[in-house]
């Protein structure tokens, strides 16, 4: 017999050619099912999605890897702090100084608001472990971890108990226990739940630098019926979410948060020796007691910066954010600064009790005016003139471009 010099038969080459061309249809069935996955799991935050496994990483790298388990566990019980201690309870989505986009957590304000260092208790609402407590000049911020996957915290605490302060993390905390106290400021306060990031942020990635954000969570779903009534009696914000909300993008639309281009998302650029993180954040969002009312937030303009505010009102019948798009071409907005008004239009200090909040920027003086326009689905050019009249503003002269 012959032996080949070389090559194959016309029927091996052909039984090659299968074998082939059936390893390169599995390959490609499991690229395209890992291309699947890969794409459910970077899309799953923005949708609002979170599988229980992803849901735990997140919780140990929030907690320092302290934290254990899964779920909500047990309903919060006790109020951080006790209801005649505190006047009322701003919500979600304050926008203030450098506080550009609506603020992730809410304020308990003291029933004596310049109330002397320590004058009121702050005890821990369910039981949990604090797996991160910070120590800065003026507060004291402290994390609980109830599971991996459900968390509460507490910020400008003027001071926490010497058995606390002294021990190692985690410390285990019962419901009810004595933590610290505050006096002459605010306690902030927030639940994250890993499980159910927002879906109102269209690039959850923009928020690393404070990665608890986006699991932002309403308090009021993990409370018991008897917590829950206390709470919402000192609840001013009477529109639902009653506990307020912060994330209000929609992709393609000019509502929510935008970036200044090249400065890192809301981390911010941290060139030039400059470290006011929030000069590139702009948002164009409800105010958190009154939704029917726009404020224009620029992060630019924040008093830190020199100027003397930042947040301003704009006047009733004002393009809708919600409704402006790439082909809405140039907007204006007039710029003005704005009183809160109680239910019997008297105005409201900020400082008591209150329902019926309503924003009211009638006979106010025009501060400026922005013009805006979205040059792109994530993209826009925005511009302010203050001092301006928006009948004297013609166009842009060197506008900011911003992204999301």
């Not at 012959?2 to 080459?13: A, C, I, L, N, Y």
């Not at 608001?113 to 003026?138: C, Q, W």
């Not at 992709?251 to 809301?266: M, R, S």
């Not at 007691?289 to 303009?301: N, Q």
Request: charged share 20%.
């Amino acid at each position: 017999m012959k032996r080949r010099q070389g090559g194959f038969s016309v029927v091996e080459g052909l039984i090659i050619v299968i074998i082939l061309a059936a390893v390169a249809l599995v390959g490609w069935r499991v690229s395209q099912a890992i291309g699947k996955k890969d794409t459910a799991n970077n899309s799953s935050v923005a949708t609002g999605t979170q599988s229980t496994a992803d849901a735990v990483t997140a919780g140990k790298q929030l907690s320092g890897n302290h934290c254990e388990g899964s779920g909500s566990g047990a309903k919060l019980s006790v109020s951080p702090m006790k209801p005649a201690d505190f006047s009322h309870i701003e919500p979600y989505g304050l926008m203030i100084g450098g506080h550009v986009t609506p603020v992730d957590h809410q304020y308990y304000s003291p029933a004596v608001f310049n109330s002397p260092k320590d004058t009121y208790e702050v005890r821990a609402m369910g039981d949990a472990k604090i797996v991160e407590l910070e120590v800065h000049p003026t507060r004291i911020r402290l994390v609980f971890s109830v599971t991996c996957t459900f968390f509460y915290y507490y910020d400008l605490l003027t001071s926490v108990e010497p058995g606390i302060s002294e021990q190692a993390l985690p410390i285990t905390v019962k419901a009810g226990q004595l933590i610290g106290h505050i006096g002459g400021q605010t306690l902030d306060f927030a639940v994250w739940d890993t499980t159910k990031p927002l879906k109102g942020f269209v690039v959850p990635e923009h928020y690393k630098s404070e990665a608890w954000k986006i699991y932002t969570a309403d308090p009021l779903d993990y409370y018991t019926d008897d917590l829950k009534t206390v709470t919402l009696a000192k609840y001013v914000r009477t529109a639902e979410p009653r506990s307020g909300k912060i994330d209000y993008d929609v992709d393609g639309k000019l509502i929510g948060t935008w970036f200044q281009e090249g400065t890192n998302g809301y981390g911010g650029a941290g060139q030039g020796g400059k470290s006011n993180y929030w000069d590139g954040h702009l948002s164009f969002a409800p105010d958190h007691y009154d939704p029917t009312a726009l404020i224009v937030s620029v992060g630019y303009l924040a008093p830190a910066n020199g100027a003397p505010e930042n947040q301003f009102s704009v006047p009733q019948g004002s393009p809708d954010p919600a409704a402006i798009t790439p082909q809405s071409g140039l907007i204006k907005y007039s710029l003005k600064q704005w009183d809160y008004l109680k239910a019997d239009g008297s105005k409201w200090d900020s400082m008591s009790f209150a329902t019926g909040v309503t924003v009211s920027n009638s006979g106010k003086s025009t501060l400026g005016c922005a013009l805006v326009q979205m040059t792109e689905t994530r993209k826009l050019k925005f511009e302010t003139f203050m001092g301006a009249d928006c009948s004297a503003v013609a166009g842009f002269k060197q506008p900011k471009i911003y992204e999301r």
